[in-house]
């Protein structure tokens, strides 16, 4: 059974870094792409970057080019997402996915972590 748990939110002020973290379970396959999502109040969800299992093929939005880095360790079976110089529009739900070699949708989801930053 396949788990993401997501880590690493919290309430900042503008300007301010956070890290999230995405740990997975039950993945007994290599070459999955892991991707981080959010979702704002009132707002469809939205990519925000992703990461395949070999560390190439990085992809960003293009809100949080330059102030947003994703990063793994196959290791620790954990993906990160360093947020910096965060904004009061990037306060959201963000989650975590898995979509697996050759697939079109994400097909395992994280139960959300929650960024909240102040102006």
């Known amino acids: 059974q396949v788990q993401l748990v997501e880590s690493g939110g919290g309430l900042v002020q503008a300007g301010d870094s956070l890290r999230l973290s995405c740990a997975s379970s039950g993945l007994t396959f290599s070459g999955y792409t892991t991707g981080w999502f959010r979702r704002a109040p009132g707002k469809e969800r939205e990519f925000v970057a992703s990461?395949?299992?070999?560390?190439?093929?990085?992809y960003y939005v293009d809100s949080v080019k330059g102030r947003f880095t994703v990063s793994r360790d196959n290791a620790k079976n954990t993906v990160y997402l360093q947020m910096n110089t965060l904004k009061p529009e990037d306060t959201a739900v963000y989650y975590c996915?898995?979509?697996?070699?050759?697939?079109?949708?994400?097909?395992?989801w994280g139960q959300g972590t929650q960024v909240t930053v102040s102006s």
């Open positions: 996915a898995v979509r697996v070699f050759g697939a079109a949708q994400y097909t395992y």
């Open positions: 990461i395949k299992w070999s560390g190439g093929g990085i």
